[in-house]
């Protein structure tokens, strides 16, 4: 008498059926065995006979459980209550798992036999239930299945995770995303953050994407986390995968800008101030009335130690001021050009929201010359299957 170390479902129908678990005592291990049809010659004074495979193999299991009960008559009765629950005129799917490992299909499967008597010679009142199945291809279950797919066929909760973490070092403080991916032990993957996981059997690979706009999608752009992965303790670990790309560094320098267009007020002229790494800009010249002021701006800017600075303007509201290499150190400095203030509407209409400047925006690097200010961050996981 041994303890299970097998899990038997029977699914039909969009149900399924217990028909053994773990820990249930049997009399031997559950025995599968795979049959091919063949035609088989012995010709006459031949050293050995020749055969021809038929095909339609079928694949059968047998196991047999014992149940223990209280007295004769209930173990008995017993005896009769299983031979009336064979799963007759059910056609399904035998979904076998291992204790710990894999998960394997039997398909287009009908049980055959249920002979269930008292178990003799026993010091107790016990019952084996011998059960006999035939079915077709035996198959492991896709590991993407296991992962997203409950025991009774139901969709799993998103499997992927995220989070903010904030870390110091040679940048100053930087915020990064980092993406979770819960993945069952049963797969036994291995793999990285950055090229990906593949299951135990080299039936899948699993990889995280990245998007800035949930248009375009990019792999490769992530790297394992500190202490990934993470036992969850429920038979199910989670790889944390850190995007390449800071959320937001103190140190960085970037190339911004800020301009009107068609669909700008003509009331955002003249411009009145400038802020750039936080610092009010002292130039001669304000205001500055485009588009007839851009290069006295220009002129004023690369002065006072904007090299490289350009102003452009071809209307009063199609203008566009560029600066490179703005440096900072400090997080949420003010990069702002100004105007008067004035009123406009709300989203009921109400006259009350101010207007007065626009933010000039771009492309920051830390001091690795990593992308930075990259916010939001999306990501997506992908199952690739691999060809067999």
Same mark, same amino acid.
């Given at each position: 008498m041994i303890l299970s170390q097998f899990r038997i479902d029977f699914e039909h129908a969009g149900q399924s059926t217990r028909m053994l678990d773990f820990g249930d005592k049997l009399l031997a291990d559950p025995v599968i065995t795979v049959n091919q049809e063949a035609d088989r010659y012995a010709p006459i004074g031949a050293p050995w006979s020749e055969g021809s495979a038929k095909g339609g193999a $079928? $694949?059968? *299991? =047998?196991?047999?459980? *014992? #149940?223990k009960y209280p007295d004769h008559a209930s173990a008995r009765a017993h005896c009769l209550a299983a031979a009336a629950t064979l799963k007759s005129g059910q056609t399904g799917t035998l979904r076998i798992q291992v204790s710990g490992g894999d998960v394997w299909i039997i398909s287009d499967l009908d049980f055959v036999t249920s002979a269930t008597s008292p178990l003799v010679p026993t010091n107790s009142f016990e019952t084996v239930t011998a059960a006999t199945a035939i079915g077709g291809i035996l198959s492991p279950v896709i590991p993407a299945e296991v992962l997203t797919i409950d025991a009774t066929g139901l969709p799993k909760p998103d499997p992927l995770l995220i989070r903010i973490t904030k870390e110091t070092g040679s940048n100053g403080m930087e915020k990064w995303s980092e993406f979770g991916l819960i993945v069952p032990d049963e797969m036994a993957v291995t793999g990285s953050a950055? $090229?990906?996981? *593949?299951? /135990?059997?080299?039936?899948?690979s699993?990889? *995280? /994407?990245?998007? #800035?706009?949930?248009?375009?999608w990019t792999t490769g752009e992530f790297t394992d986390c500190a202490g990934s992965p993470e036992d969850n303790g429920d038979g199910t670990h989670t790889y944390w995968a850190r995007s390449i790309f800071p959320v937001s560094s103190e140190i960085k320098t970037g190339s911004i800008s800020s301009g009107g267009g068609t669909s700008y007020d003509t009331r955002m002229n003249p411009l009145i101030a400038l802020t750039l790494g936080g610092v009010v800009q002292d130039l001669p010249n304000f205001p500055y009335t485009m588009p007839g002021d851009a290069a006295q701006m220009q002129t004023d800017l690369r002065a006072v130690g904007w090299n490289g600075a350009t102003v452009t303007a071809t209307s009063d509201i199609l203008w566009v001021i560029s600066i490179p290499s703005v440096f900072q150190e400090i997080s949420n400095l003010s990069n702002k050009v100004y105007w008067p203030m004035f009123l406009v509407p709300d989203v009921y209409g109400n006259i009350v929201n101010p207007c007065d400047g626009r933010d000039l925006s771009g492309t920051w690097k830390n001091s690795a010359d990593v992308r930075t200010e990259i916010?939001?961050?999306? =990501?997506?996981? =992908?199952? /690739?299957?691999?060809p067999q």
């Open positions: $079928t $694949t059968s *299991i =047998a196991w047999s459980s *014992i #149940e950055a $090229t990906g996981w *593949i299951d /135990h059997l080299g039936y899948v699993l990889r *995280i /994407h990245r998007s #800035e706009n949930l248009v375009d916010s939001p961050q999306f =990501a997506r996981l =992908a199952y /690739h299957l691999i």
